[in-house]
């Protein structure tokens, strides 16, 4: 398996557009997850689906992010309009059910710049 | 929510065996302890995972005392490359949103 995908690598754009993050989870994985890492605040949940359903997403900054997870195999994380302070790095992960905490597989992360 | 403190930072040489040490004082029943290991430009990677007593992978030991009010992650015989940020992590699978990351321990491996 490929592991979890992320798409772009980086990303540099200005304030105020549209930025949208990819993400393909490993197959028969039946979680999702985004985070946030930066400096200042660590490795931040953003919001987590089970089967392609949203179930917690708290950590959402505000209403200028939103995410979809259309199917299985893909999920995005839209930011609008982009800010400066949203500067980070995104990681999406995925995980199978399990009785325990099963362990998590991270993408390799999308470097997002807002100037 | 059981929360987790480990230490900033530590330093080591190559080739000494690495202990870090994780409190989490208010863990829960049935809640898991869980280490990942994170390089540069790079996502957290699952390294460990425990419940009590002793367990010891191909890379890592994980102890966890009888009162599991902490745990160790011990690394034989540094390298380099083992330079990177540790997270401890205590849980279970009643919502991952109760899953934090925290700041982790940097640890810098020397020659």
């Known amino acids: 398996d490929a592991g979890v995908i992320q798409s772009p690598r980086h990303e540099v754009t200005e304030m105020g557009q549209e930025v949208t993050l990819r993400c393909k989870p490993i197959?028969?994985?039946?979680?999702l997850f985004w985070y946030r890492q930066t400096m200042m605040r660590g490795l931040e949940l953003l919001i987590y689906f089970n089967n392609n359903v949203p179930i917690d997403d708290s950590g959402m900054p505000e209403d200028r992010f939103s995410a979809k997870m259309p199917n299985a195999s893909f999920s995005t994380l839209k930011i609008q309009p982009s800010e400066p302070r949203d500067s980070a790095v995104y990681f999406c992960?995925?995980?199978?059910?399990?009785?325990?905490?099963?362990?998590?597989?991270f993408g390799s992360g999308t470097q997002l710049s807002v100037l | 929510l059981a929360k987790t403190t480990q230490p900033i930072s530590m330093d080591s040489y190559e080739g000494q065996e690495v202990n870090i040490t994780c409190s989490h004082n208010?863990?829960?029943?049935?809640?898991?302890i869980t280490w990942y290991q994170q390089f540069p430009s790079q996502g957290p990677r699952f390294i460990i995972q425990g419940y009590k007593t002793k367990v010891t992978n191909e890379v890592a030991s994980l102890f966890i005392p009888a009162d599991r009010k902490s745990s160790t992650l011990s690394l034989p015989r540094v390298s380099l490359s083992d330079t990177a940020v540790y997270y401890c992590?205590?849980?279970?699978?009643?919502?991952?949103?109760?899953?934090?990351f925290g700041k982790g321990t940097m640890l810098l491996v020397s020659p």
């Open positions: 197959s028969g994985h039946d979680y």
């Open positions: 992590l205590v849980g279970n699978n009643s919502g991952y949103s109760t899953l934090t």
């Open positions: 208010n863990i829960a029943t049935n809640d898991y």
């Open positions: 992960a995925s995980s199978r059910d399990s009785a325990t905490n099963e362990k998590l597989f």
